[in-house]
């Protein structure tokens, strides 16, 4: 079982449901309190970039997309397991199949309604104009 | 318990195999997997997955509706108005002990530890029940003061999008009892590992789902 890369132990990754030893045991927890400093310390610079004023401001959304990002990689990886361990692949493909549509979804949204915003005429100057 | 499973389940891989001895099990999921395609632990996150990432873009929809309405006050109040970051935090970090709490769950259930099993899953019930506590109280304090869903298109989409969020975990919390139960009743068979599994997957999306809105919803919302 040890020298088998499916075994978890050896392959540096245990996804969930996967077979571990007792002697795997340590091995698995230290992945998931790596994930939890590394997450620990994502969510304090966010909250810290919200708060402080050393981040030029307009730039704060960004920062925080990006951190935000960085720390659902690091959930993927760590505690999500799903792209990582044996026969990942499907998992991977379906991973970025679904990030597309959300892309699409949330980008897609938010263009069309601020090109209409601009477009269309406020409420209160149609009304002016129609009476 | 885990024998009597290899027959009932016939393809039961990863549960039931542990009952033999470790290095004959595992060639047999091999052999077995070779015959037959992929185990059934595979599949089973496959599909799970799908319906996992189905759930995300259902999020990125009601995700997209806030985003487009943050600025549709209505004259009422903002989010910089309205969002507390301490409790925000205390929020998150609830949700990512449990998280962590939660693989450690699965880890004493591979590893057949079952203190550290039932220990695991009783400490992401207790925080994930937190999370949930704080949550209702932060939406009704909000009601209170007169900023509830009616009271703006972005309140609206607002409450819809973390009421959704809150839903999935008090869903989530049920399902988390009913794993203990049959865990206790039925033993690490391999269908219960499987439905283990899947909890497990669920939960930890969830926390992922969350970072999103922590990050994109409050902070964004406080800064801006």
Not at chain 1, 5 to 31: N, S, T, Y
Request: hydrophobic fraction near 55%; proline fraction near 3%; aromatic fraction near 10%.
């Amino acid at each position: 079982m040890r020298d088998d890369p499916r075994a978890g132990g050896v392959h540096g990754d245990v996804a969930p449901g996967d077979e571990i030893g007792p002697q795997d045991l340590p091995h698995a927890v230290r992945g998931y309190l790596i994930g939890l400093v590394l997450a620990t310390l994502l969510t304090g610079v966010s909250f810290y970039v919200a708060k402080s004023t050393l981040v030029w401001q307009p730039s704060i959304p960004i920062a925080l997309s990006v951190l935000a990002v960085a720390q659902m990689g690091v959930h993927v990886v760590f505690f999500l397991h799903i792209t990582s361990g044996p026969d990942s692949i499907n998992n991977v493909m379906a991973l970025a199949f679904g990030l597309l549509i959300v892309m699409l979804l949330v980008f897609g949204s938010l263009w069309i309604m601020t090109q209409l915003d601009h477009n269309v005429m406020p409420m209160d100057r149609l009304m002016q104009m129609q009476r | 318990m885990s024998t009597d499973a290899v027959v009932i389940q016939g393809g039961g891989v990863a549960g039931g195999a542990m009952a033999l001895v470790g290095g004959h099990a595992h060639a047999a999921a091999l052999t077995e997997e070779a015959a037959h395609g992929p185990s059934k632990r595979i599949v089973v996150g496959y599909g799970f997955w799908i319906f996992l990432i189905s759930d995300i873009i259902l999020f990125a929809a009601l995700f997209a509706t806030y985003a487009v309405l943050t600025d549709a006050t209505a004259g009422g109040p903002s989010g910089r108005d309205l969002f507390e970051l301490e409790t925000v935090a205390v929020e998150t970090g609830c949700l990512l002990l449990s998280t962590v709490f939660c693989g450690f769950a699965g880890i004493g259930a591979q590893a057949r530890k079952s203190a550290l099993y039932y220990g695991s899953m009783a400490a992401t019930f207790v925080l994930g029940a937190t999370f949930v506590a704080i949550e209702l109280h932060e939406f009704a304090g909000m009601i209170n003061a007169g900023a509830g869903p009616s009271r703006s298109a972005f309140l609206s989409g607002f409450f819809a999008l973390i009421g959704c969020h809150g839903l999935h975990v008090s869903a989530g919390l049920l399902w988390l009892l009913t794993m203990m139960a049959q865990v206790y009743a039925k033993g690490y068979r391999a269908d219960i590992m499987r439905r283990l599994l899947c909890f497990a997957l669920f939960w930890h999306t969830l926390d992922i789902i969350w970072v999103a809105l922590f990050s994109l919803v409050y902070l964004v919302g406080v800064a801006r």
